[in-house]
């Protein structure tokens, strides 16, 4: 079980990308992440059908 780090609903739109630093609630200002393992989740549609892929990163 984790925390929440990022959390975006229009993920690269405008430039929005994750850069290594928390968004979520929890996080004061935008701490930058640890070094270490992050899973992610990310979901969304794709011709009207809702799709998800599911990963892990690395930050050194």
Do not use: C, P, W
Not at 47 to 52: A, C, L, N, P, V
């Amino acid at each position: 079980m984790g925390l929440k780090v990022y959390e975006n609903e229009h993920y690269g739109k405008n430039g929005d990308y994750f850069r290594g630093y928390a968004n979520a609630k929890g996080f004061i200002g935008n701490s930058k992440a640890l070094h270490g393992t992050y899973f992610y989740i990310v979901r969304y549609s794709k011709r009207g059908k809702k799709e998800q892929q599911k990963g892990f990163l690395y930050v050194r």
